[in-house]
Structures are given as structure tokens and as C-alpha cells.
């Protein structure tokens, strides 16, 4: 199984944006993440449209961003318009979930969807054709620098084995406290994808926490 590891610039330096990101990159980073949040699904406002156009001209690893926001069908057009790679949302936000994981596709973006702690995987089993992407939060979402919770890992090995019911090749990620004690299990559950934030770009050197992740899921016992 591949791994990607995706650094999320919620924990990055912003006035040093363009060197955290390049100093992540040379790591080996797959993948730059972005967390929008609006203050209303969850209790904290980060960035939107101006911070993702920036990174657009910094990287050109994919841009993968998660929308823990009220009715993110607003921004499908936007954010493939900004260059965004993979769209994820939260099936709880919005109604129609089928039909806005069709019009992210039909916009040239992987679809995805996310699930909170408490969220049940129930829309997965009805959507698992039309998801490029399911993202299980390892924390309740809002804040960076938060603990691992222990019973994703089981939620991790459940939605692995709906995907492979389904014979579903969509990505298995996990974002909320990943670090180089929490990937391990998680990648043995089955996850693929793995949000790091604090445990990049809070250490002294990017690149090499990038390198430490990975190395964690070189081989199974």
C-alpha cells in the first residue's frame, strides 16, 4: 500500500508560508493540506480562497483541502477554479450529498468525504462509488495541536473494510494528531493518507518530520 503524507498548514508559520512549504516538500511530502473552517460547523475561522490561490503559486504537489464549513457546495466551483486537487466536506454540513460529490468530480477534483468522531460511516456505504477520498478525523474537528483518539484507529479498519467490500480504490485518510507514535496504528488499520500538522511544521526541520512519518509505515510487522 502506498503511503501520502499530507502537511497541513494550520500549524504552519503563515509568514513563512513559502519556506515551510519547501522545506516539507524536500521531505517528500505528497500532498499540502488545507483545513477551512468558518467559525459555524466548527468553532474556529481559519483561511479560504486567498491562502489556497497563494499556495497554488508555491507547490505544485495537489492541494487537498478540507471544508469543515456550512454548506461547501458554495466553493466547488472556486476552489477548482483555484487549482484544488481534492475537495472534502462533511456529509453532516449540507444536504444532497451524492449530487455535491458528483459536481466536485465534474469540476476536475477528487471527491471527498469526512468523517467526525461521533459521525457514523452509514453515508459511506451509500455514496462508496461516488468518493475518491474518505477522511476519518482522528479529533473532534477545530483545532490544531490535538491528541490522537484512540478509537479512530477501530473506525479506520471499519471504513478500510467497507472500501474493500465495495472494491472501492478511493484514498483512506486520517487527520487529528498524527505523529510519530499515532501512524503507525493507523496505517496498520488500513489508512493510506496521513494530516500532519503540528508534527511538521511545529518540529525544528520539516523535511526530516516529513522523512519520520513515513518511515513509521516502511513495513508491517
Known sequence: MSV?????????????????VA????????????????????????????LIRALRKLTALPLDVHLMVEHPERYISEYAELGVGVFAFHPDATVHVQRHLAAVREHGMLAGLAFNPST?????????????????????????????????????????ALLDRAGSRAALEVDGGITVATIRPAWEAGADTFVAGTA????????????ALRRQCATRA
Open 120 to 160: 457514523p460511516l452509514a453515508v459511506l456505504e451509500e455514496t462508496v462509488a461516488d468518493v475518491d477520498l474518505v477522511l476519518v478525523m482522528s479529533v473532534n474537528p477545530g483545532f490544531g495541536g490535538q491528541g490522537y483518539l484512540p478509537a479512530a484507529t477501530e473506525k479506520i479498519r471499519r471504513a478500510r
Open 4 to 20: 501520502r503524507i499530507a502537511p497541513s498548514v494550520l500549524s504552519a508559520d503563515l509568514g513563512r508560508l513559502a519556506e515551510q
Open 200 to 211: 511538521v511544521f511545529g518540529a525544528p526541520d520539516p523535511a526530516a518530520a516529513v522523512e
Open 23 to 50: 522545506r516539507a516538500e524536500a521531505g517528500g511530502a505528497d500532498w499540502i493540506h488545507g483545513d477551512v473552517m468558518d467559525g459555524h460547523y466548527v468553532p474556529n475561522l481559519t483561511f479560504g480562497a486567498p
